[in-house]
Structures are given as C-alpha cells and as structure tokens.
C-alpha cells in the first residue's frame, strides 16, 4: 500500500502541472497564433517588430516605442499622458491572458503604427518577445 | 452605527458647491466607457460636447485624432448610445471634434496655465494633470 502512494503522489503532481501549464491562458493565446501561423516563433524577430521605426502607419505613431517607451519593462505613456503597465510579463503578469483584449490591442497598434493588421507570425513573436522579458 | 457611517459617507460624496459651478461636468458612470476610452484618456465627460460631436467621434474611431482606436460593433454603439444620450444639445453646422479647442476651454486656459505645467501635461487633453478630481466632475482646484 505504502509503496503506491509513493508513486502516486509524484504522479498526480506531473498531472495536475501539466495540466496547469497546458491551460494557462497566456500558452494558449500563443498556441492559437501558432497554429494559425505554422511556425515557430522567434523572440528576437519580435524584439525587432517592437524597436523599429516603421513606415505606414499613423505619423503619430511612428513605432511601439513611441508610447511603450524603449524597454517593455518600462511604464508607458499613451500620446494624451495616461500611463500605459509594462509590456512585460515579468513586470505585469496581466498580460496577455485575455485573447480578445490581445486581439482588439493587435488590431488597433499594428494599423495605427503599421498601418496594417499584423500576421499571426508578427503577433506571435511578439507575444515571445514579452513573454521572455 | 452602519446609518451613521452610510450618513457620513453620503455627505462625503455630495458635490454640493460644485455642481453649481459652471466648470463641473456629471461624471461618466458607465462601466463600458470608462474602460473603453478611460484606457488611453480620461474618460471625458459626456456633457463636454454636443450630441452631434460625439456621434462623429464615435463613427471614425479608426482615425481617432491620430490613432485607430476601433472596438467592436456592440461595444461602439453602447458607447455611443450613452454618449448621445448624456450629450450637451446638438448645435448646427459643424460639430466640434476636440474639447480642448472649444471656444470657454480655450479662454479658461489661456492665460492661466503656466509652461511648466503644460509641459508636466504633455497634452491639454491629459486634463487630470492639473485638475486632480477631473474624471469625479471638479475642475476648480486649478
């Protein structure tokens, strides 16, 4: 008997993480743009999509750095002064849990700095980026 | 004990001398809006523009003074029908779009507004800069 319940206890406890892990919102929003994308994400391409000046998009919003300042550990300001949570999950552990909050947010920034939607490549990597920071 | 304190905590909340003055506005009480629009800008009073304004604005949110900021269709015609209904009267001819050039904003801030406070604001739209009470309605505290 004893020796079962030796056996048992880890096991249960791989389950119950796994299964924790498998259904934490933020792995499934990143498991939706996969899918969607068939790739692989980079942190790095993402990091890019982030810093980089773009061309196409609202004058006024040149690049996410315009308002989440140039590190996403950063507070950010929006252009009317209205403090922005860091873009890192390290630093806001809110973020992107809700897949329709992460939606209508990519949607808007990606036409007001790109003046385009982003693929589900671009979200996804960015989503690494800031899931790493 | 409890009428006591729910007493207290109804005077505490009255606005008395302020609703009288001509520079407080109702503050918005939807829940939708305030998150919506409260999540960029202070979610400005409704009565601070005609019905009409508000209705431009909320038709075009993809061009929002310089950014798209577009909702869905359900959440953009609750706010707009909140808007609309708590507006100041619709006027004739063109509506105006920005609160921060009409003609009593402008004269109330002209003069008095130092440059470092402006520069503090970073926008005239970042009204809670200066007016630390704005989004409950007061703007004399300037």
């Known amino acids: ?14 389950v119950i993480s796994s299964a924790a892990f498998a259904s934490s919102p933020r792995s499934q929003i990143v498991d939706f743009y996969r899918q969607q994308a068939g790739e692989d994400f980079s942190a790095e391409r993402g990091k890019q999509l982030f810093s980089t000046r773009h061309d196409g998009g609202k004058p006024e919003t040149p690049s996410c750095t315009t308002c989440h300042t140039s590190s996403p550990k950063n507070t950010g300001k929006t252009r ?16 992107y849990t809700d897949l329709k909050k992460v939606e209508k947010w990519f949607r808007r920034n990606c036409r007001s700095v790109l003046g385009r939607e982003c693929s589900p490549r671009e979200k996804g990597d960015f989503l690494t980026f800031m899931i790493n920071q | 004990m409890k009428k006591l304190l729910l007493a207290a905590a109804i005077i505490a909340l009255t606005p008395l001398p302020a609703m009288a003055d001509r520079t407080s506005y109702k503050p918005s009480n939807n829940p939708t809006f305030k ?8 979610a400005f009073q409704p009565g601070f523009l005609p019905a009409n ?8 949110l993809g061009n929002h003074f310089g950014e798209d900021a577009s909702l869905d269709d359900e959440t ?10 708590k507006a100041a009267r619709r006027v004739s001819g063109e509506p105006p779009l920005r609160i921060t050039r009409l003609r009593w904003f402008v004269r109330e801030h002209n003069h008095e507004v130092s440059s470092r406070a402006k520069k503090k ?6 009204c809670t800069s200066c007016h630390r009470g704005a989004e409950r309605g007061y703007f004399d505290d300037d």
């Open chain 2, 53 to 60: 304004s508000w209705e431009l604005i909320m038709d075009d």
């Open chain 1, 80 to 95: 009317v002064g209205k403090p922005i949570a860091p873009m890192a999950v390290s630093r806001n552990a809110d973020r």
């Open chain 2, 121 to 126: 604001a970073g926008t005239m739209s970042n």
């Open chain 2, 35 to 42: 998150k919506e629009c409260g999540a960029c800008h202070m």
């Open chain 1, 1 to 14: 008997m004893k020796i079962y319940q030796y056996l048992l206890a880890p096991a249960l406890l791989v």
């Open chain 2, 76 to 85: 953009t015609s609750l706010i707009k029908q909140y808007l609309v209904k």
